[in-house]
């Protein structure tokens, strides 16, 4: 296990009152990582916080809005004071705005890149500047099968938002592996949570157009993320940057014609 031993790390997780954010912080202390939490979330992140504590883990939490730059310097600043180094940050949160290429608004589309995009790069660079400092890190980018990959129904700024990350990913990892910086991406297919719930009661056929694509038969859940964080948070990883991970229950790797074997 020593290689997954995430003991003296610190890690920074946004997103982590609920879904995949939370799952990657609870798994990242269970190996061992102090945390610095952030989410708009207050109460939830007081939830995961708990949790962390319990396990003997040093956690601090900021309720914060990761896509506002002044509210951005204020979480490193916190991170600073409180920890002294950051080790591995995981870029998880961001919202996205639906609606149809023909009536999006440009100001709309302005949000969402600064939501998914410019939120992330600021987020990427503070980490970038203090690991280049001490020797090394690892960061992860939440993408989206949505990068590499059409879905329509109104996906036209996620979408846009999702693809600059990924290149956002491989541009830093080039320029910052010399100096010991990892930086990947993580590509989920639907994995519930309650916007994708809502959906779904708004349109229940969406949950078996979705299935009827993901050749392990079940929709995605925040817990699959709990092994790749850990996995690219700690040395088990040291060699892999610039990589995009699917995590989609073998959606990508299916031809839009193709068959679920039965």
């Known amino acids: 296990m020593e290689l997954f031993d995430l003991t003296g790390k610190v890690a920074l997780v946004s997103g982590a009152a609920s879904g995949m954010g939370r799952a990657s912080a609870l ?8 945390l610095l939490l952030t989410d708009l979330n207050g109460p939830g992140l007081a939830e995961t916080a708990a949790a962390i504590s319990a396990m003997g883990r040093k956690v601090v939490t900021v ?22 180094r950051i080790d591995f940050l995981a870029n998880i949160a961001g919202e996205a705005i639906m609606a149809s290429p023909d009536v999006i608004t440009l100001d709309q589309v302005t949000t969402v890149f600064q939501n998914l995009v410019f939120g992330r790069f600021l987020m990427c660079q503070h980490a ?6 001490q020797g090394g890190g690892s960061i992860l980018n ?3 099968l949505a990068s590499i990959t059409a879905l329509g ?25 010399s100096r010991g910086i990892r930086v990947n991406a993580i590509l989920p297919a639907q994995v519930m949570n309650p916007g994708l719930e809502k959906r779904i009661a708004e349109n229940p056929a969406m949950k078996e157009k979705w299935l009827s694509g993901i050749p392990a038969g079940r929709m995605g859940v925040p817990d699959d993320i709990r092994g790749l964080a850990v996995l690219l948070a700690s040395d088990a990883s040291k060699w892999i940057t610039g990589t995009l991970i699917p995590m989609d229950g073998g959606n990508l790797a299916m031809n839009a014609g193709g068959t679920i074997g039965r």
Not at 66 to 81: H, R
Not at 128 to 133: A, D, F, L, N, T
């Open 63 to 84: 309720t914060a809005n990761v896509s506002s730059t002044e509210q951005i310097e204020s979480l490193w600043q916190t991170l600073d004071k409180d920890f002294g």
């Open 128 to 133: 970038g500047r203090r690991m280049q400092k």
């Open 27 to 34: 798994a990242l202390a269970e190996h061992g990582a102090d």
């Open 142 to 144: 939440i993408g989206s």
């Open 153 to 177: 129904r109104g996906h036209i700024a996620y979408s846009m938002a999702m693809g600059a990350v990924v290149q956002m990913t491989r541009e830093l990892s080039t320029e910052w592996a």
